[in-house]
C-alpha cells in the first residue's frame, strides 16, 4: 500500500549505531526543518513510520538489535530495532523456563510494539509487553539519554503504550520476564458455517474469558473452499494455548467448553517458543526462523479493532460470517482473542493501554491483498464490516487498539497545530481516559511537536 510511484519518499534513510547518531539525526532534523519518522520494525499498519506527507527523514533502528538476557534476575535489554523473534529465540536459547507476553507474529519490531501496548497468546496470564518494561533509554527531542530515573514517572509512564514517534526515540527497554513451562499445548479445532461454526462462536463469548489463565483461546475467522466444488464457506478456527500438558487441557476444556469437541488429535505439545511459530502458522522448527525478519509474505492490508464487553447475539455472528462470503474477503481474516485473567486485574491507568476489565475480547480485523487495483474495493468492505460491528463493540464509547492504527478515524493536522478536540476524536478510542495525561506529558517533554506523525499525541499549545 505505501510502495507505490507516488508514495512521498524521504529525504534520507539515517541507520544509526551508536547512541551519538541519533541525538545527531534529531539536531539536524530539527536545523533543516524535517521531520523524523523512528523505525523499528516497520510493521506500523498505516506505514507511518516510514511515509510523510512533509519532507522528512527515516530514523531506522535495524543496527539498534541486542537482545541481553539475564536468566538469574529474570529480566532482560533488548534494544528497539529487534524484532519479537529475536526477542524470543534470544530468552529460549538460555532457557525453557522463561518467557516474555508480546505478540504472535515474530517480525515485529520492539520498538513500535512496546510504544503501542502488545499483546499475545501470554495475555490472559500475564497482560500485555508494556506492562512487563521496568526502564528504558530514550533520547528526547533536546538530544538528551535519558533512563527511567532520569526521565521521571510521568514519561516512563507515557512511553508504555502511549504510541511511538510521539515522547522522543526508545533505544531499548528493560523488560520482565515471565515463567512459562517446559512444555505448552497447542490446538486447532476448524468448524466452518456447515458445522455449526457460529452457534460454537456464540458459546466460545462466554466462556474463553472466564477458562483458567493458563488457556488463551482465539477464533480466526476467513473465507476458505467448501466442500461442495466451486463453493465458498466460511471457517472459523479455534485456537488455544495452555501452559501445561494435554492431559489436563482435555478435561478441562471437556468440562468448560464440550460443544469445541476438541480431541487428542487437536493438540500437539511443544515449547513456550515453537508455539509462537505455530500461532505464526509457520513450521515449529528448526527455531531459527525466528531470526528471519522477512519470513512472512507480503501483503498490503488495513487493518481495524474493536473491544467487545457483551456477546453478539447468533444472528449477529451469522452476519458478521457471512460478510467473508462478499467479495474482496480473499485474504480477510478477523482474529478474536479473548481476554480475562490478568488483563481484567490491571488498572486502566497503569499504563496509557485502557482496554482492560469487562472486556470479553479484542477483535483485529485484517483484510489483504495483492494487486493495488483491489485496494479499493478491499478496504470499502473492511469498512463495511466495522459499520456492522459498531453495535456490538462498547455502547458508549467504543475503543480502539493503537497498534493497528487506523487512520479513518481521524489524523492530526498536517501542517500546524491540532487541538485537544480534535485529536479527542481517535485519541480518546485508543486511550480512554489516559489520553488527557498523554497530552500533559507531551506538552511537557516536546512543546514543540518535534516528534510528530498522523495521530501522535499533540501538545497543547500552539508552537
Ligand atoms: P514500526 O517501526 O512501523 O513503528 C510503529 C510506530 O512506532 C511508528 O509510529 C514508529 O514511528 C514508532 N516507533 C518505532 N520504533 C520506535 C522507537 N524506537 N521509539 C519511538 N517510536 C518508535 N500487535 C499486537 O499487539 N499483537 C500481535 O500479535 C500483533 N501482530 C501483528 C502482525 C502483523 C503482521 C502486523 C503488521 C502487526 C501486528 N501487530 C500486533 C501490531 C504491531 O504491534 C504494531 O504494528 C507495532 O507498532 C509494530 O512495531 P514495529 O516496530 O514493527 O513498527
Redesign the pocket.
Known amino acids: 500500500r505505501f510502495s507505490t510511484p507516488t508514495t512521498p519518499k524521504p529525504y534520507a534513510i539515517i541507520t544509526p549505531r551508536k547512541t551519538s547518531h541519533v541525538q545527531s539525526t534529531i539536531y539536524c532534523s530539527k536545523n533543516h526543518g524535517f521531520q523524523l519518522?523512528?523505525?523499528?520494525?516497520?510493521?506500523?499498519?498505516e506505514g507511518?513510520?516510514y511515509v510523510s506527507q512533509v519532507p522528512f527523514v527515516i530514523l531506522d533502528?535495524v543496527n539498534f538489535r541486542d537482545v541481553n538476557v539475564d536468566t538469574k534476575n529474570e529480566v532482560a535489554w533488548v534494544q528497539?530495532g529487534a524484532t519479537t523473534g529475536e526477542l524470543y529465540y534470544g530468552i529460549a536459547s538460555k532457557t525453557q523456563t522463561l518467557g516474555f507476553p508480546a505478540?504472535?507474529?515474530h517480525t515485529?519490531?520492539?520498538?513500535?510494539?512496546l510504544?503501542?501496548?502488545?499483546?499475545?497468546i501470554l495475555g490472559r496470564k500475564y497482560g500485555l509487553a508494556a506492562d512487563h518494561v521496568i526502564d528504558a533509554k530514550l533520547v528526547d527531542a533536546n538530544g538528551r539519554v535519558l533512563h527511567r530515573k532520569s526521565m521521571g514517572e510521568d514519561l516512563f509512564w507515557a512511553i508504555r503504550g502511549g504510541g511511538?514517534?510521539t515522547f522522543?526515540?526508545?533505544?531499548a527497554w528493560k523488560i520482565k520476564l515471565v515463567p512459562v513451562p517446559p512444555v505448552v499445548t497447542v490446538f486447532t479445532v476448524n468448524k466452518n458455517l456447515e458445522q455449526n461454526a457460529t452457534k460454537t462462536f456464540h458459546r466460545w463469548q462466554y466462556i474463553a474469558h472466564k477458562l483458567s489463565r493458563d488457556l488463551f483461546t482465539t477464533v480466526w475467522v476467513m473465507k476458505v473452499n467448501s466442500s461442495q466444488v466451486g463453493r465458498k464457506t466460511v471457517l472459523a478456527s479455534f485456537k488455544g494455548m495452555f501452559l501445561g500438558r494435554i492431559d489436563v487441557l482435555i478435561p478441562l476444556i471437556q468440562y468448560a467448553f464440550p460443544e469445541l469437541g476438541l480431541a487428542r488429535e487437536n493438540c500437539t505439545e511443544m515449547s513456550w517458543v515453537q508455539s509462537v511459530l505455530y500461532f505464526g502458522a509457520l513450521p515449529i522448527e528448526p527455531v531459527e526462523i525466528l531470526l528471519n525478519r522477512s519470513a512472512?509474505p507480503r501483503l498490503s492490508l488495513k487493518a481495524k479493532t474493536d473491544y467487545i464487553r457483551e456477546p453478539m447475539s447468533e444472528t449477529g455472528i451469522e452476519g458478521f460470517m457471512n460478510m467473508f462470503l462478499e467479495e474482496g474477503t480473499d485474504f480477510a481474516i478477523t482474529m478474536i482473542e479473548a481476554f480475562g485473567g490478568k488483563m481484567d486485574e490491571i488498572r486502566e491507568n497503569e499504563i496509557p493501554f485502557p482496554h482492560r476489565s469487562g472486556i470479553l475480547f479484542e477483535s483485529v480485523y485484517i483484510v489483504q491483498w495483492r494487486n493495488e487495483e483491489d485496494a479499493g474495493l478491499c478496504i470499502n468492505w473492511i469498512r463495511r464490516l466495522y459499520s456492522y460491528m459498531s453495535s456490538y463493540a462498547s455502547k458508549s464509547l467504543r475503543g480502539a487498539y493503537y497498534?493497528?492504527k487506523d487512520l479513518d478515524l481521524g489524523t492530526n493536522n498536517i501542517n500546524g497545530y491540532t487541538s485537544y478536540e480534535q485529536a479527542s476524536v481517535w485519541g480518546l478510542k485508543y486511550f480512554r481516559n489516559n489520553f488527557k495525561r498523554l497530552v500533559r506529558i507531551k506538552t511537557m517533554i516536546d512543546p514543540m511537536n518535534f516528534f510528530s506523525?498522523e495521530q501522535s499525541i499533540p501538545p497543547l499549545l500552539s508552537p
Open positions: 519518522r523512528i523505525r523499528s520494525g516497520g510493521h506500523d499498519v507511518v513510520s533502528l528497539s505478540g504472535i507474529c515485529i519490531g520492539i520498538g513500535g510494539h510504544s503501542g501496548g502488545g499483546f499475545g511511538g514517534n522522543g526515540v526508545v533505544l512472512l497498534n493497528y506523525n
